[in-house]
């Protein structure tokens, strides 16, 4: 079956520190990835998407990089995280193989704070 | 670039009746999907519903249904005989059905959903 892991949980980092979140999906081959941030009683904002290794398009300028080292796996980083980083970061994928109208599945999100 | 409006911050219900979340679109596309995702307290994301646009018919699953009004640009979602359970935040959602514009789902707002017993 297909899943996708995404860690972790929660997240509290200092001002100035780097970040890393990973996210691997299961049981499929090229799927599409992507990166979104939920602020705090807000809607969900596209940072990254990726259609295949190595190709990253980026949505909004921003402290944040991503990469995709492997067909399905997916990380967020961060040098230098800053305050306004702070939020709920969500992995989704795509299966291509799925047809158009298939929809995004998400993980289950990192918490992240930063102080 | 595609724009999703979800009216209503807030709504309630009385448990076993039924309650409807409005979402209105923009775009200038003739072909698209629509979704609905539930945001449950546990925050992860839940697919409800889904909608072809070149569809006429309006989609159902279970207690949930929608109200597509292509001309309108509306993608309203019904649910009948709500249910505790119910209780979230509701993500209308638009993603092209272009080449270009396929890979990004683009949301709404957020509709947060209180069932009372």
């Known amino acids: 079956s297909q899943t996708i892991h995404q860690w972790p949980a929660t997240l509290v980092q200092p001002v100035g520190s780097p970040l890393s979140l990973e996210c691997t999906v299961e049981?499929?081959?090229?799927?599409?990835l992507y990166w979104y941030r939920q602020a705090a009683g807000r809607g969900l904002q596209l940072l990254f998407y990726?259609?295949?290794?190595?190709?990253i398009s980026s949505e909004v300028p921003q402290n944040l990089s991503a990469s995709r080292p492997q067909d399905r796996q997916f990380i967020l980083s961060s040098k230098k995280l800053l305050l306004s980083d702070s939020g709920f970061y969500l992995c989704?994928?795509?299966?291509?193989?799925?047809?158009?109208?298939?929809?995004?599945?998400f993980g289950n999100g990192t918490r992240l704070t930063v102080t | 670039a595609q724009t999703v409006t979800q009216s209503q911050p807030e709504m309630s219900v009385q448990e076993a009746e039924t309650v409807t979340l409005s979402c209105t679109y923009d775009?200038?596309?003739?072909?698209?999907?629509l979704f609905w995702y539930k945001q449950p307290p546990s925050r992860q994301m839940i697919l409800v519903i889904r909608?072809?646009?070149?569809?006429?018919q309006n989609a159902t699953e279970n207690r949930f249904s929608v109200n597509f009004q292509k001309a309108a640009k509306s993608f309203s979602l019904k649910i009948s005989d709500s249910q505790l359970g119910d209780a979230a935040m509701y993500f209308c959602?638009?993603?092209?059905?272009?080449?270009?514009?396929?890979?990004?789902?683009?949301f709404g707002q957020g509709t947060r959903l209180t069932i009372n017993p």
């Open positions: 989704a994928w795509r299966d291509m193989l799925a047809g158009s109208h298939s929809p995004l599945h």
């Open positions: 049981g499929t081959s090229n799927p599409n």
């Open positions: 990726s259609v295949g290794i190595g190709q």
């Open positions: 775009t200038s596309e003739s072909d698209y999907y």
């Open positions: 909608q072809e646009a070149y569809k006429q």
């Open positions: 959602a638009y993603r092209s059905a272009s080449s270009r514009g396929a890979q990004k789902l683009v």
